[in-house]
C-alpha cells in the first residue's frame, strides 16, 4: 500500500502534536481566562492506550515525530507511563514535550528513563512578581528549578519557549538573550496569536520577531545562523560567543505553513490539520466503535489531504481554536 506521506501541496507529514489533557496548573493571560476555561468531560479524553494505538496508526501513515502537549501534560497523573508507551511504537524516532515547567523537577529524571528526548518549557518573563502576574499563580523558582533539572536527566537541548508581549515583558528580550551567552541557554521567540485568550487582547500587545531582534542585535551584536536538534518552524541563531541559540518564531509575520509537516490530536480525540482553521476529524468515535486499522488511517487521510495550503491569520478577526485545547 502506497502511504500519503505527502500532503497535497507536496509537503511531508512527519510530526504529530498529542495534546494529553486540557487541565492546567497556570493561567496564563494570553491563553486561558483566570476561571479558566470548561473542562473536557473525564470520559470524552482518551486513555493512555487509546493514545497509544492513535500515535501507532500515525506511524503507519509516515508520522515519525511526536510532542507531547496540553493543557499542561505534567499535570496528567502517570505520563511518564504514556511517555514509555509511545516511545516503544515502531516508527517513532523523535519524542518531545513543551511544559510549562512547574511540575518538571521532580518528573525529568522519570520521563528521560521513560523515553522522552528533549523539552520545551515556556517561560515568558525572568522576574518573579513578573511570572505571577503574567501566568495568575506557581512560582519562577519552580521553573528554573524545572529547567536545571531537565539539563541533567539530558533532556537535551532544552529550549525556553518566550511569548513576547509589547508593554508587558518585551523589556526583557535582551535579558532572555544573554543567557544564551551566560547559561547556553536556547531561547525562541514566539509572537502572540490571536487565539483563544489572546483574541480579546489588545492588538497593540503584538510585537512582530523582526523587531526582537532588532533590539537584540542593537544591543548584544549580530547574530549568526546556528543549527539545533528539532528545530521546527523556528530559524535558529547565535550571539558572536554564544553556547546557546535564538529562534523567531513568527507565526504573524513570516507564515511558516508551506513547510508545515505537522497535525494535532486533541485530549478528546479530535485530529486538527491546521491550528489556524476550524477543521477537525473525530478519532475517539470510530476508535471506541471498534474501527478497523483502515478505517481508522483513513481518517488521517482525510485530515491530511484537508490541510490549507496556508492561512491568514493576521486577517482574520474571530478567535479560533483555544491553544490550551490545542496544544500550541
Ligand atoms: N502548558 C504547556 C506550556 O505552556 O508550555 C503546553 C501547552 S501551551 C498551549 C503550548 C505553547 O503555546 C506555550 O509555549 C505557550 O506559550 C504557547 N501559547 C499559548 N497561547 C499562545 C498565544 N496566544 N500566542 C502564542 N503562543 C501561545
Ligand atoms: Fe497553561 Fe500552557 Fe496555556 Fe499557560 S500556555 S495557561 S501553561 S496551557
Keep these: 500500500m ?23 496548573n497556570l493561567r496564563c493571560v494570553y491563553c486561558m481566562p483566570e476561571e479558566g476555561v470548561p473542562c473536557m ?9 487509546e493514545i497509544t494505538r492513535l500515535v501507532s496508526i500515525a506511524a503507519d ?9 496540553g493543557g499542561e501534560p505534567l499535570v496528567r497523573k502517570g505520563i511518564a507511563h504514556l511517555v514509555r508507551s509511545i516511545a516503544q511504537v515502531p516508527g517513532i524516532k523523535g519524542l518531545a514535550m513543551t511544559t510549562n515547567g ?3 523537577a521532580s518528573l525529568a529524571q522519570k520521563l528521560a528513563e521513560a523515553g522522552l528526548q528533549r523539552i520545551n518549557v515556556s517561560l515568558d518573563t525572568l522576574l518573579p512578581e513578573r511570572f ?17 533539572a531537565a539539563h ?30 551566560l547559561d547556553g541557554w536556547n ?18 500587545e503584538y510585537i512582530p520577531t523582526d523587531e526582537i531582534r532588532a533590539r537584540i542585535e542593537e ?40 513547510d508545515c509537516n505537522r497535525l494535532r490530536l486533541t485530549a478528546d480525540g479530535k485530529l486538527v490539520p491546521c491550528l489556524f482553521s476550524d477543521l477537525e476529524f473525530d478519532l475517539r468515535t470510530p476508535l471506541r466503535d471498534g474501527a478497523t486499522e483502515i478505517e481508522m488511517q483513513d481518517v488521517f487521510r482525510r485530515a491530511i489531504d484537508a490541510k490549507p495550503a496556508g492561512h491568514l491569520l493576521s486577517e482574520r478577526v474571530t478567535p479560533i481554536h483555544e491553544m490550551s485545547r490545542m496544544g500550541g
Design 2 to 24: 502506497t502511504l500519503p506521506h505527502h500532503d497535497h501541496c507536496g509537503r511531508t507529514i512527519s510530526y504529530l502534536r498529542v495534546s494529553v489533557t486540557d487541565r492546567c
Design 41 to 49: 468531560r473525564h470520559e470524552d479524553i482518551l486513555s493512555y492506550e
Design 61 to 69: 501513515l509516515g508520522i515519525s515525530q511526536v510532542r507531547m502537549t
Design 102 to 104: 512547574i511540575l518538571l
Design 132 to 148: 505571577r502576574a503574567i501566568t495568575r499563580r506557581g512560582n519562577l523558582s519552580d521553573v528554573l528549578a524545572g529547567i536545571e
Design 152 to 181: 541533567h536527566a539530558g533532556l537535551t537541548p532544552v529550549k525556553i519557549n518566550t511569548v513576547v508581549m509589547r508593554g508587558i515583558n518585551d523589556d526583557e528580550v535582551v535579558d532572555f538573550a544573554r543567557r544564551t551567552l
Design 187 to 204: 531561547v525562541r521567540f514566539i509572537e502572540l496569536m490571536p487565539l483563544g485568550e489572546s483574541a480579546t487582547l489588545a492588538r497593540a
Design 219 to 258: 544591543e548584544l551584536g549580530g547574530l549568526r545562523p546556528a543549527d539545533l536538534t528539532g528545530n521546527g518552524p523556528a530559524r535558529v541563531w547565535r550571539l558572536p560567543g554564544s553556547t546557546g541559540t535564538l529562534g523567531f518564531i513568527s507565526a504573524i509575520s513570516h507564515h511558516f505553513c508551506r
